[in-house]
């Protein structure tokens, strides 16, 4: 295996400034930098990360941990942090929770004893173990999709999700909008921050509208299909049924249309559907989804840019960012289709996050 050694004999420079190339510790005059990138090809170095990691105490890796790997919401996050983990040199570690306090815990501490650099995690609904050994072992963080409680003391941790409570009131006024008064909402698992939020949203968007709460409107699907299933079927088994319904997430508007079908109920004929969260496929369903679609590969680079600030400066504040959403708008809320209509007027996404520090 050609050496360091070797490249820099190629390139006529020193072993020094191969290093500060290869590493970027160093600025480099650019026709040097190529000369040894051209070393570099032509005798097919490998660095020895191994090496270098022992020297710099660097592993070059991230480890993360998010549940439902499988959930298209969170491969489409997966999908931008590895880019742009790849851009950035490092290498990514991962893990599925399953969204089980205990397990999550045991996941978070493989990975840290594989010695990755910083984590990114989507926390379970009882994240303390998680957040005590973080905390204890200073592991550089950043909590990804779901937000901890802030009172958290976590001088080291920051946080990436999108905007929840104001799309979920659109999608409610949107409905009420088109004269619905009875909407349920089937909300994801208690205790996450984005069902909090999108529980807080639904009901601020039927105080918008001038409807009253009916407690029996608001069911938990907890935050997968087959939970929506059933919180479907109780919804419908009311004797005053909701003519709307609003999913939480797409796990959960997969649940509530298998209960509509199984009941011969048509969308939006029988009953008017907006869900959170929108995927590949959901302008492929007859009626095509009205769906809020959250920017989920931008929250994982994001998420990814955040853990390197954090591991340039281990003491800057901490950080909170919220990315905006968009509100696709097609026929299954009742609207007739119009082409090429995607964003509600008025709420295009802004192309800068709100970012606020935070005391947790």
């Known amino acids: 295996m050609p050496t360091m050694a070797d490249v820099a004999r190629s ?11 290869l590493n970027g510790t160093r600025p480099v005059l650019p026709h040097t930098r190529q000369a040894v990138l051209d070393a570099v090809d032509a005798l097919g170095y490998t660095p020895n990360t191994l090496a270098r990691s022992l020297v710099t105490s660097r592993t070059r890796s991230i480890g993360l941990a998010v549940s ?17 983990a790849l851009e950035a040199g490092y290498s990514l570690l991962i893990a599925d929770p399953h969204d089980d306090p205990r397990h999550e815990r ?14 990114i995690v989507a926390p379970s609904a009882e994240p303390h173990d998680l957040v005590g050994y973080l905390g204890r ?24 999700c999108s905007e929840s409570a104001e799309p979920t009131a659109r999608l409610v006024t949107h409905l009420a909008g088109l ?32 409807l009253g709460h009916d407690e029996r409107l608001l069911v938990t699907g907890n935050s997968e299909s087959a939970g929506a299933e059933r919180a479907t079927d109780a919804l419908l088994a009311l004797p005053d049924a909701p003519t709307a319904l609003v999913t939480a997430n797409n796990a959960m508007t997969i649940g ?18 907006c869900c959170f969260d929108d995927f590949a496929w959901a302008d492929l369903f007859s009626p095509r989804l009205t769906a809020v679609a959250q920017p989920s590969r931008e929250l994982g680079a994001q998420a990814v840019r955040m853990l390197l600030d954090r591991l340039a400066e281990p003491d800057r504040p901490s950080r909170t960012v919220r990315l905006p959403c968009a509100f696709m708008h097609r026929a299954s809320c009742g609207c007739p289709e119009e082409a090429g209509r995607t964003e509600e007027p008025g709420r295009t996404p802004s192309p800068k996050p709100s970012e606020k520090g935070t005391d947790s």
């Open 256 to 273: 509530a249309l298998r209960a509509l079908r199984r009941r011969g109920m048509s969308v939006p004929e029988d009953i008017a559907l």
């Open 137 to 160: 072992h200073t592991v550089p963080t950043v909590f990804l999709d779901r937000l901890i409680d802030p009172r958290v003391p976590a001088p080291f941790f920051d946080q990436v």
């Open 11 to 21: 390139a006529g420079v020193s072993v020094a400034t191969v290093s500060h190339v």
């Open 106 to 119: 045991k996941v978070v501490q493989l990975l840290h004893e594989r010695r990755v650099d910083g984590m």
């Open 68 to 84: 439902a790997i499988s959930n298209p919401y969170f491969t489409e996050i997966l999908q931008g942090v590895e880019a742009a």
């Open 179 to 210: 004269g619905h008064r009875r909407i349920g909402l089937v909300a994801g698992l208690p205790g996450l921050s984005t069902t909090g939020e999108r529980i807080a949203g639904y009901l601020d968007g039927l105080g918008a509208a001038g």
